[in-house]
Structure formats: structure tokens, C-alpha cells
């Protein structure tokens, strides 16, 4: 007889409207940072992967772009991503903002979760928020969707951890029996070039508004290690028009100066080595229906 023990491992839909809290809890059950987290809607755009790995489990957790009307080759890209990734994985999570009533968009990824045919947990995220009533309404509220049958629904807080183990367990009750899918260690499977990239939209995402974050999407031209243990980043940035261009430099280089100094702590804080990040921003006109340059970015 084999004492090998039966491992468990799975692909796991992360699924919910924009900003219900997806990429914090992502960043949570992974334990580190592998999804960039900010209030503007398209945040995500790729399907971000983050695995987190037990002593007899391993969760695939991806980050599924928010469900939205596609309106350009951009998100035509990420609505069919997050149809294709509901199909292929062995689970969904269905989360949901226990601060907001449920809505259409709610009831359109509970639909298209139900269409996949894949068992699911429902995660009522800012429980932490509610109180004993208002817990109650929303859990009522979420039990009215037409979900899988058997589909659990677990108050959580994505940003205090409150209810995420519980969760996390039941996750785990739902994968198949399998070997790892990932070295244990390994905390996503996005390459290094795109997960520094993210990281420079993620401040561009915190210090612009209006148009600007929908427009801008960042490449990283080079990585160079350097003696001494230093990394240079060269990174650019995509904008659409002179206009935005002049935004995102700033008066006298004011604004990517700040996008530099605040992704460059980013990037040191993951890396654990002293960075030299070099920002320049371009304007590359009509970027997000530009198919050559979306397969280059990975966004697939």
C-alpha cells in the first residue's frame, strides 16, 4: 500500500461585480500581493491567477475581470476571458458587496455562474461593516439568487480576514482529487514583467481620474539586474491622446514622477531588493483595440 497522501487541486472562478473586494481577498488567501487593488472600475484586465497551497491542497484562485458589456477589443478580450475561465474551472466563487443591495449585475454573474455547471460558494464580503439586522437582510437577500443548488453563502471581511478560513475550507471541500499544479511555492503564475507592470498601473490607478485610468496601460520595455543585487525597471506608459499624455507627466513632471515613487516602493517592497525604475510615457492611439499589442501586454 501507498502512504502517499491524497491530494486535493483546483482552478477556482473568482466572480463579482467591480470593486466588491475581489483582489483584497485574492491578495488574503495567497498571502501576498498578487493582484492590484483599486476602487476604478476595469482594475483587473487580465485573469490573474494566485495560488495558495496547503499541506494536502492547492487553491488556484483566478481573478476574473469584472463582467461588463463589452465595448471595444479591449473588453471583448476580458468578457470572453471570464466566460472562458467560469468554463474550465472546477469551482466558482460568487462574491458579493454585503454593503450594496443586489442588483442586475449581481443577478447576470450569478446567471452565467449557474450556466458553467461548476458547484460555487458565495462570499457576502464587508460583513464587518453590517450589523446583526442588516447581516441578516443580506444573507437573505444573496439566498434569493438563483445560484447551484447547495451553494454555501459565508460572511467574510476580505480586508480584516474575519469568516476567510471558514470560506477557504469550504473552497476547499469543493476541488477534485489531484496533484499540485503549481511548485508550492510560487504565488501566481503571471510573469515578472507582467506583475511589475501592474504595479505601476496600480498608482496611475490611485492618482488619476476621469478617463485617465481606462486609457493608460503599461508595459515594462526592460529588466536589468544589476551587481550589487539592484533591479532597473523601464517601464512604459501607453496613453491615447497628447492631452492624457499631458496629464500623466504633470506640471514640471509632477505626476510620474509621484506614479515612480510610489510603484518603485511597490516593486522593492515585493522584490526585496533596491529598485531604479525609469517611467516614459507615450501615446499610442487607439491602444485598446490594437490585437498586436494586447497579445504583447498579455491580455488575452
Known sequence: MSDA??????????????????????????????????????????????VATGEDWQLVLVDLPGSQRPRDVLTERMQRRTERELRDSDAALLMLNGEQTIGPGDRFIAAAVKAAGIPCVVALNKADALDHPRTVVALTTAAGLDLPDE????????????????????????LPESPFLFPPAEATDLSPAVRLAELVREQVLERTRQEIPHAVE????????????ALVVRALLYAETDSQKGILVGAGGSM?????????????????????????????????????????????
Open 5 to 50: 497522501i491524497a491530494t486535493r487541486a483546483g482552478f477556482v472562478a473568482l466572480a463579482g461585480r467591480p470593486n466588491v473586494g475581489k483582489s483584497t481577498l485574492l491578495n488574503r488567501i495567497v498571502g501576498t500581493k498578487v493582484a492590484i487593488v483599486s476602487p476604478k472600475p476595469q482594475t483587473t484586465r487580465r485573469a490573474i491567477r494566485g
Open 151 to 174: 451553494a454555501e453563502i459565508f460572511p467574510i471581511s476580505a480586508r480584516t480576514g474575519a469568516g476567510v478560513d471558514e470560506l477557504l475550507e469550504a473552497l476547499v471541500a469543493l
Open 218 to 229: 503599461v508595459e515594462i520595455e526592460e529588466l536589468e539586474e544589476r551587481s550589487g543585487g
Open 256 to 300: 510620474v514622477r509621484g506614479i515612480g515613487t510610489g510603484a518603485r516602493a511597490e516593486i522593492e517592497a515585493l522584490t526585496g531588493r533596491r529598485v531604479h525604475l525609469d517611467l516614459a510615457v507615450r501615446v499610442r492611439r487607439g491602444w485598446r483595440g490594437d490585437e498586436a499589442l494586447l497579445d504583447r501586454l498579455g491580455i488575452e
